[in-house]
């Protein structure tokens, strides 16, 4: 009857849409108890992020050990780390296997386009983060930067598909290559994981209130984990759980860009079943 | 269909029980909207509060008017302002009538007992935040303070009523003294308001997962507001979903000193109708 515990480890969104406000928002919904560790606060709203202060990389880290040793969770999930210390911190946590049920956003670059991670913090995800995370949800242009290759690459499912078995080999054990940015019909999620690489489709909503859907996604599939669950079957869940909270939202008019989305079934936008 | 907003002005709790993250699990759990300003960063569990990381005035007050120009809430709730400098800040926004049905829960002490104001902390809470506040919910320790008093004169539900009394002269439209933190049956809460004084009573519930019930009851406050209750219905309901979210976690064991309370219905404590 107590409920199972997830922490978010990521950036602070005063709009409330994303970074660990959707993260809680999202465990909650999913009926597990949310902690978190923020590692920056940004002053942002639906239409742009006005400022950015990083927390020092002994703040964070001082919030997940608070976390760890009092209310050890089921879950783990980062979002934005913010600098390369904070991932190689983070990292070495997850080294020591502190970390259970690890999702990595690989947050880097800001949703105005401007890169959070210099060459060093792609690295440390690589070659530190990675190869701890049970699942990682880049987008199409966080897995072009890992692999190295050009967001042009990825147009086709088949290409997408051979860099997802790229990052999976640094260690993840399933890898969720978004494609929710893409503009055309080609949308689909391409899931790499131990027995099969697997096309998740689902269609498309139209709606500009998307504001934290892959933070939401990513601490979906954790409090999905938290619960108990495979790896594939919660991101099977935390997609569809994503796509009822966007058609929830399409009528909302909050904010004058990219809006939030429904994350407690409270809009009146159609209901799939789960 | 489009939901209410909220703003949460208070510091972030790693463990969820508290802070914003009690205030925005409070808004989620009534239907509302909610958005945050992050004043410090703690490090903090059911046990300790291990670290304080305060933010500058400026990235306070940046996130505030991000929220304020983009997704204007209907009520306004404070919590920890941290320091003076963002107690001013914060009162001159509201003295512009920027801050909506504000309600101030004036955070002068840690759970830990030290002091996180100075002398000018409280006579900014007096003289500046608390003419514009709608309501405001002070602990005993804190309306002591705030009064010039010893918290040993409180004792009788007279004295308190004629605390609750002053502090409404200086300007709030409605005083919660809260006597949660009495160890007697003397527990009630007095409640000032423009038209009498009364105690608001309930059964005590009788366990150690109490962990932000004050930032929950005002955060509950500030949701009722949103939802254009009038205050005395808001604080009535608020005493009562913070009673609900008591009993539900009477059974929980997270963390090892005071667990965090079942904001979402959760739990299998007795639910009193509302």
Redesign the interface.
């Known amino acids: ?3 199972k ?1 997830a922490l978010t480890i990521a950036g ?1 969104d ?3 849409g994303a970074g660990i ?1 959707a993260d ?2 999202t465990f ?1 919904a999913l ?1 597990v ?6 590692t920056a ?7 742009a992020v ?2 950015v ?1 990083s ?1 020092d990389p002994d ?1 964070v880290l ?6 760890l ?3 050890p969770p089921a879950a783990v999930k980062t979002g934005m780390l913010a600098n390369p210390e904070i991932v190689k911190g983070v990292a070495d946590l997850a080294a020591r296997g502190r970390l259970p049920n690890l999702v990595v956003d690989p947050v880097l670059v800001s949703t105005s386009g401007h890169s959070l991670m210099d060459a060093g913090g792609v690295h440390a995800y690589r070659e530190l983060l990675f190869p701890h995370a049970l699942v990682v949800t880049p987008n199409l242009d966080e897995a072009a930067l890992l692999a190295g290759t050009d967001v042009h690459e990825l147009v086709t499912l088949e290409a997408r598909a051979q860099v997802a078995e790229e990052l999976r080999r640094l260690g993840p054990v399933t890898v969720v290559l978004k494609g929710g940015h893409l503009r055309d019909d080609t949308s689909a999620d391409v899931v790499a994981g131990p027995e099969a690489t697997l096309v998740l489709d689902s269609v498309r909503v139209e709606t500009r209130n998307d504001h934290g859907t892959g933070c939401s996604l990513s601490a979906a599939v954790a409090a999905e984990l938290a619960l108990g669950v495979s790896p594939a079957l919660a991101i099977e869940r935390a997609k569809s759980y994503v796509h009822r909270a966007m058609s929830g939202a399409v ?7 990219h809006g ?1 989305i429904d ?2 079934g ?3 936008g159609p209901a799939p079943p789960r």
């Open positions: 009857m107590t409920p515990v602070s005063s709009g409330g406000q809680l928002k909650a009926g108890y949310g902690t978190s560790a923020v606060v940004t002053a942002q709203h639906t239409a006005l400022r202060v927390l703040t001082a919030q997940v050990h608070a976390v040793d009092d209310l009528r909302w008019q909050l904010g004058s860009g939030p994350h407690f409270w809009g009146d």
